[in-house]
């Protein structure tokens, strides 16, 4: 029956993936959670967490009804559930059966008979069992004071009543209803410091990296750009944009979209970053193929209190602080986080564009620029346990933040007319406000049904911005050299408000069909809604205003996406596999305030399949295949044909004619783990995508008949990445341990039929090194590297942006982005009972080498372009936990290490 499940399910995913290469098709991918070893052969000894396999039951072997003459037989059963105070089960304790008295030589002594581990619903169940043997069950639990249960199983008469119809007659039950087992907490108050369990610095899956923030010590005081430097397979430049393999992801909070960028989101508010190349087909299709990267806030769910303060500042004067308290008891759990982090940020810059238009000019311009300001986020969380199998929970976030950037350029123009060259020297200064509010809501419902793993889930999020800016620019023109007399100035004033927002509802249903066959379901509605206004105004010595009709720019859109998936999992022995198929339909309106205009598309219904194999090898390796297929549609902003000269060194226009990209992705890996859990992961992927849509810029004229470059948008023939990626955990003793990944990948975009001939392919690769040092005197230290080589500029990494770009010149299939590296430290000191308190000195940039610099050019332009950010940046943070917690914290693998010792050892 597997075989032909296995057969047809195959067969129904290579005919949907054949149709949704048609136009408009795209791919999903199912979730590879699920695939698990076949633990039903027989052994004789099973895993903690797993009961062991029936005895042999044929005639003439021990335990079965022919069994050795004397011995006892093994045909009892007990079951039963643990419970807390409050009547919700307690999932994951650690159950071991022991013969108080050997079965065998019937000696007075403990003798493990097996272990389990409670369901999802609290229950266990042991069968095979010695009669009339006295057993003890011991039950632990993290948080809750460890029981025995003593029992024997005698025959029952309950099978011996008149209503027994049984042909057989009236037959003895040997079963035992152990009740419910009623844990009670063991809590302590450890000197108001909180009890923190070590947990392993990175986390590695085969369809997702697990990176946990705690142990990042880099990072602490800054945001979640700091983190994301240290994420494996994940690279930042130099403004905070990340590439996940060389392309743009798709950024997540705690599952759902977000209008936050990665600036605004504090890094000690992040418990871990998930890093999936390979989404499944929960999420969305419309990530292009270029992964996800879904950031996990901090949940409390221990019993108790605790909580948590910080206070610290950077070597440009500018402090954070955060305040955290979590709650739980009885039905109810409460999170509450407030954080200010403040920036005073410099970067300098150099750029070298030569322009080819109808005259050759050469411009070299120096930049100094300074961001100052700062936000405040807040965040809520509860949960509410209806009963213990229904939880309902809700969120909100509030962030608000204050920026004051400045910007001083200096200009050099040189301009080739005829034989002679005019040299002009300008100085231009940028004054710039920038306010937004960001408010985040999510409400949710989850219940377990009485089947292991047979869940509902539901929830609704939001996400929404109120962002308001302006900037003054100054420009003075020299008659020599910067700093002779000022020939005269030019005044400009540009203003925006973007109003981004994000709906999004979901419910997923997961069924495990059989104990091999799990089938999970969903429906999701997402709904972007986006106003944006720019304008720009000319300002006289007065300061009296003129509106700028060139550069105005005001529309509103709104971006919606319905999708349903479904996918089966199942295995066979050590095989496992998963099909999945999503289905969406998308459309959008928008309306260019300025002229009236309206704009809408509608993309019909597209499948997208997708498909995982997995095969787990002897000695913990394990192999996993997985094929996808993904779209990105053009934004409304890529789209309106409307000329924005709102910013002269960034002219831009959108482009009517774009159509969707379609990505297909291959992805291969094997995993290996290590004893002390080191790990080895490598991959090979390769991403073929059609109709890419890529940055182009391209010559025009002005309205007053002056020759400019504008940038826009083109769909590029086709383009491929193939790569490979190697990712390992060492842990090299108890006081060090190291990470390493490196990724090598060659990509390459056809750019023919453009107005240029394509870009060769290039070979790059990127690394990233992590090693941690535990040291005497409870000291510890993290040093980090990163290394880039040669490559291609990422392709569309303003796509997330609410408005547009900001001012670049480049173009992804222009040019490439020279090789870079940089080193960071960070050493920690905890002290106090406990460890209740710490210090973290962090340096960011240790060496100055982290320049972004890149290059690119067309008929029309070359251009270098150079800028350092906040080099050797120094922080100091002071962090201190307090809270009720639980002894047993770190206790349970302990536990069941010891079960599993004193198995021979002799009853007191």
Partial sequence: MRKITLSLALSLFSLTWALAQTPQGGGARPDSAGMRKDTSAPMQTAPMGQPTAKPAGPAGKPGGPGGKPGAIPTIGRAFGKVIDTTGQPVAASALILKAITDPTTKKRKLVLIKGMDTKANGEF?????????????????????????????????????????????????????????????????????????????????MDKKVFNVERNIVSAGGTAVDVMRNVPSVNVDIDGNVTLRGASPTIFIDGRPTTLSLDEIPADAIESVEVMTNPSAKYDASSGGAGILNIILKKNRKKGYNGNLSAGIDSHGAPNAMAGLSFRQDKFNVSLNGMYNAMNGKTVGNTSRYTYLDSTTHLLQG???????????????????????????????????????TEVSQIQTDSVLSAATKTNYSSRYTNSDRVFDVNGAQVGM??????????????????????????????????GQPGSAILGNFKSENTGFAKPAFWTVQTDYVNPLTSKLKLEAGLRASIQKLSNDNNTYTL??????????????????????????????????????????????????GDLLNNGEHFKNTYPVSLFPSLFLSEKLKHDQELQFSATRKVNRPSFFQLIPFTDYSDTLNITRGNPNLIPEFTNSFELSYMKTFPHSNTLLISGYYKYTSHLITRYQDSGVNPIGKPVLI????????????????????????????SLNINVYNSHINTDNLKQPSQEALWSWFGKFNSNFKLPAKFSIQLTAIYQSKTNLPVNQNANQFGPPNSSTQSSSQGYIKPFYGFDIAVKKTFLKSDAAAITLTMSDIFRN???????????FAQEYDRLKDPQLFRAVFTYRFGKMDLNLFKRKDMNSSGMNDAGSSLQ
């Fill in 446 to 479: 989850k219940h377990l049904f009485a089947k292991q793993g047979h869940e509902w889930t539901a929830d609704g999020s939001y996400f929404g911005v109120n962002g308001n800016s302006s900037s003054i620019y100054t420009t003075d023109y020299y008659a």
């Fill in 850 to 860: 982290r320049w972004s610099d890149q290059y690119s050019q067309s008929a029309y």
């Fill in 125 to 205: 169940d042991f069968e095979d069992l010695p009669i009339a043997t006295p057993l003890v069950v011991k039950v632990s639990a993290t948080g809750y004071k460890g029981q025995d249960i003593n029992f024997v199983i005698v025959p029952s008469a309950a099978n011996n009543s008149q209503n027994n119809n049984s042909p057989y007659g009236n037959i003895p039950s040997f079963e035992k209803d152990l009740g419910q087992v009623k844990m009670t907490l063991d809590m302590t108050v450890l000197g108001s410091a909180t009890v923190v369990a070590k947990t392993p610095t990175m986390k590695l899956d």
């Fill in 711 to 738: 940038n826009t948008y083109e769909n590029a023939n086709n383009a491929y990445t193939v790569g490979g990626e190697v990712t390992s955990i060492d842990n090299i003793t108890k006081w060090w341990d190291i």
């Fill in 367 to 405: 930049d100094v620029s300074r961001n100052k300001g700062h936000f405040m986020f807040g965040q809520i969380g509860l949960d509410y346990f209806v009963s213990n199998k229904t939880t309902l929970s809700a969120s909100y976030i509030k962030v608000h933040g204050e920026f004051k950037p």
């Fill in 540 to 589: 006289d010595d007065a300061g009296n205003k003129t509106l700028d009709s060139l550069g105005t720019s005001n529309y509103k859109s709104t971006n919606s996406v319905y999708a349903a998936y479904a996918t089966i999992t199942s295995s066979i022995g050590n095989f496992g596999y998963s099909v999945g198929l999503r289905a969406e339909s998308s459309r959008y309106t």
